[in-house]
């Protein structure tokens, strides 16, 4: 479980701004793509030198809009968890060009929240501004009007006094979303930001997601219902431990593609371990 007064700032430990930030491994002899917002080299994630994603490559362009799906179990939390540098990549690059923590807002999925901590949900909101203020700078005037406007938007008027232990599923997505909102990011990434919440809150949540698009914002989101991707989202990668298949949605997730996805994730050896020459490449560098 995450401490939901901390999570906001995980992605933000040992993180510097500059022109290529970089998750893993180094630049030295590297060409860097300047039209790519995030490229993925040779990446491989997971816990306890176990991968659960593997030799991920590929770019993503800026303002784009990025479905990532895969049977449950494929690695999707765990990219997401990579790319917001919670999770230190086994081998291989992950270049954010000249994000820095700063511009990435990451939504965690609602299970991650551990929502017996004691916090309104005014505080919690207020959580996003902490890679501006700091852990221990106050909230101003300007600041507690943004939080407002932030909460006005998700339809959370009212609530701020609100526990968030006391609010249902739907309600905790709405202020989810409106910390993200508050950061006002370049890159945001969703992990399961539709799940299991009621079919309205889904739709004016998914508004905010497409207004981010159409301002140039960087969007990737962790989907499981592909009629929604096939509606909303012109991008995709279908990951299954590695890459499927990535490109544009309607190529993408084809009943080939989906079946293959399915069956490398039924193959694969939970328990196998990284690749040693990535690790011992990974330490020369």
């Not at 969703?190 to 497409?210: G, M, Q, R, Y």
Request: hydrophobic share 45%; glycine share 12%; charged share 20%.
């Amino acid at each position: 479980m995450v401490n939901p007064a901390d999570d906001g700032a995980l992605a933000a430990h040992g993180r510097r701004g500059g022109q290529h930030r970089v998750v893993g491994g180094h630049l030295a002899g590297d060409e860097v793509n300047m039209t790519a917002q995030l490229q993925f080299r040779d990446v491989t994630l997971g816990y306890d030198r176990h991968p659960a994603v593997h030799h991920l490559s590929g770019e993503v362009a800026g303002g784009a809009l990025l479905a990532v799906v895969g049977p449950n179990g494929a690695g999707k939390s765990t990219l997401f968890r990579g790319l917001v540098g919670i999770l230190k990549p086994l081998a291989g690059t992950i270049l954010t060009g000249g994000v820095d923590a700063k511009d990435i807002a990451y939504l965690p999925q609602t299970a991650d929240i551990d929502r017996s901590f004691p916090i309104s949900v005014f505080d919690f909101v207020g959580t996003g501004l902490w890679r501006q203020t700091g852990f221990f700078g106050g909230i101003g005037k300007q600041a507690r009007a943004g939080i407002a406007r932030a909460l006005a938007a998700v339809g959370l008027s009212g609530f701020e006094n609100r526990g968030i232990g006391t609010l249902s599923g739907g309600q905790m997505q709405r202020v989810l979303f409106a910390r993200v909102l508050l950061q006002d990011a370049r890159l945001i990434v969703l992990d399961e930001p539709f799940n299991a919440i009621d079919t309205k809150t889904s739709a004016d949540l998914l508004a905010l997601v497409k207004q981010w698009h159409a301002e140039g914002r960087t969007v990737l989101a962790a989907l499981h219902d592909m009629d929604l991707v096939r509606a909303h989202f012109p991008e995709t990668l279908l990951l299954a431990r590695g890459k499927v298949a990535w490109g544009a949605t309607a190529e993408v997730l084809t009943s080939e593609n989906l079946n293959q996805a399915r069956r490398m994730c039924e193959a694969f050896d939970d328990g196998a371990a990284a690749c040693a020459v990535e690790l011992d490449a990974s330490k020369a560098a």
